[in-house]
């Protein structure tokens, strides 16, 4: 089985001033509605960091950092993070210089067979069988991940899938963890309209990633 786990989505600049993102700053430039931030929990305006949840998504600012992450890694949540931040880039001054963007995507790929030992399962996916690690990883508590990276239109993707042992019941539930950051340098005159336009492609971003998940996925099911 499969599943997206979390979502989220950066914006890197030197020019941030949280102070500045207060409740009336946020509504005047249609970042969010009145009624969101009125409904909105653990509201916090201060010089230096401005933090709240909204029922769809969670917006986080400090001096050089905005993280915008969804409630859950779906619909509607998943557009309402990616309107704010398309409309938060839109907002900024012109003067404001952004250095990175990226979406981050976590998907679990828990295998059908629940008690099949993890060795066993990354081994086959991720070790050669002319590893120099085996010699010292041969012992059955060992596991295996992989790191990958390649350009996707506008992004850098890293792909780091680490294996995790989840707490559920009595007993532990096994699962790989594929963590997809999908990285953007935004260039040009304007980087606002630069970022902004790289992340309208994060369907393709999650596409991409729910494509790779599923391949690991079906490989699994063959080892």
């Given amino acids: ?84 931040v398309v409309q938060f880039l839109r907002a900024l001054a012109e003067d404001v210089a952004i250095t990175g963007s990226g979406l981050n995507v976590v998907w679990e790929y828990m295998p059908d067979d629940e008690d099949r030992p993890l060795h066993d399962l990354t081994a086959g996916l ?35 899938v680490k294996p995790q042992q989840k707490s559920e019941g009595e007993r532990g539930i096994d699962v790989l963890e594929c963590n997809f950051n999908f990285h953007h340098d935004p260039t040009g005159d304007d980087t606002r309209a630069d970022a902004a336009k790289a992340l309208s492609s994060h369907s393709d971003a999650w596409e991409f990633a729910e494509r790779v998940v599923e391949t690991i996925a079906e490989r699994g099911r063959d080892l």
């Fill in 126 to 160: 991720f070790l050669p069988g002319d590893s120099p690690l085996i010699p010292n990883f041969s012992d059955r508590s060992s596991v295996f991940g992989s790191y990958a990276e390649k350009d996707l239109g506008t992004f850098r993707v890293h792909l780091t």
């Fill in 1 to 84: 089985m499969v599943k997206a786990k979390s979502a989220n989505v950066v914006i890197r600049s030197d020019d941030f001033h949280p102070a500045r993102m207060d409740a009336l700053w946020l509504t005047t430039n249609e970042v969010f509605s009145a009624n969101e931030l009125e409904d909105a929990e653990n509201k916090v305006f201060a010089p230096v960091f401005a933090a709240f949840q909204t029922e769809l998504v969670q917006f986080v600012a400090t001096e050089n950092r905005v993280q915008v992450t969804a409630s859950e890694p779906e619909p509607p949540a998943l557009d309402r993070m990616m309107d704010v």
